[in-house]
């Protein structure tokens, strides 16, 4: 199963968008069958601008480094995106990023002196590269952070430390993906769907899966309890 504790924030913003995905295909079972028979590649598209929304419903986000930095402490979020396009395998934000209880370590003349920023709030691109391993059934998202231009205030430098150890390869494993299951009188149908392609294009996020259906007889007693 996947644990999105294991996660940083965003893979589990692109596990979200994905779940959501999924939830579509749950709501059409029937042809889901249909197309399970056939063994033919379910597509499914969702568009820059729903994702924009998804991703908006469900900020703000904490953000946690994958390891602590003794020089770098304090508590941030991630409070929202104002743009998001995707081409080639990549999709563009521009985010803004908060910051409270900022405290930095640095050395001076051989001392560690501790200074206090208190609260401040940076606006940030980034591109997180989608990479999608058909056989080990993994989609790994590598995110690169990018100051915007601020002038000769570069309000955007106690954060470093931060996106610098944001900045590497997270995996979503997409191997052990839960059926949809429909009871049909004494039967249940289980209909697995194995993810063959996850790519970003032109303003799109694309998934492909391969269904196919199982079939398990369940006990006639315990199918009349359960349509009760």
């Known amino acids: 199963m996947i644990s999105l504790r294991h996660l940083g924030y965003i893979g589990r913003i692109v596990f979200v968008c994905l779940v959501c995905l999924v939830c579509l295909v749950c709501s059409n079972f029937c042809l889901l069958s249909t197309w399970a028979a056939d063994r033919q590649p379910v597509t499914l598209t969702l568009p820059a601008s729903t994702l924009h929304q998804i991703l908006k419903d469900i900020l703000p986000l904490p953000i946690q480094p994958r390891t602590k930095n003794r020089n770098f402490q304090g508590t941030f979020t991630l409070d929202s995106i104002s743009q998001l396009a995707m081409k080639n395998n990549l999709i563009s934000l521009e985010v803004e990023i908060s910051g409270r209880d900022i405290r930095i370590t ?14 401040i709030v940076v606006p940030i691109t980034c591109d997180i590269a989608l990479r999608f391993d058909h ?3 993994i989609l790994f998202l590598t995110p690169t952070f990018y100051d915007l231009p601020f002038g000769s205030d570069d309000s955007s ?8 150890s944001l900045s590497k390869e997270y995996a979503l494993p997409f191997d052990k993906l839960a ?4 009871k049909i009188g004494f039967n249940q ?7 063959i392609d996850m790519r970003a294009e032109f303003n799109e996020l694309v998934l492909k899966f391969l269904p196919f259906a199982q079939k398990n007889s369940i006990n006639a007693h315990a199918a009349r309890r359960d349509s009760r």
């Open 106 to 119: 640095a050395a001076v003349g051989g001392q560690s002196i501790q200074i206090k920023l208190g609260q």
């Open 135 to 137: 056989k080990k059934k």
């Open 157 to 164: 430098a106690p954060l470093r430390p931060l996106l610098k």
């Open 179 to 182: 059926p949809l299951t429909k």
């Open 189 to 195: 149908i289980n209909v697995f769907m194995e993810p």
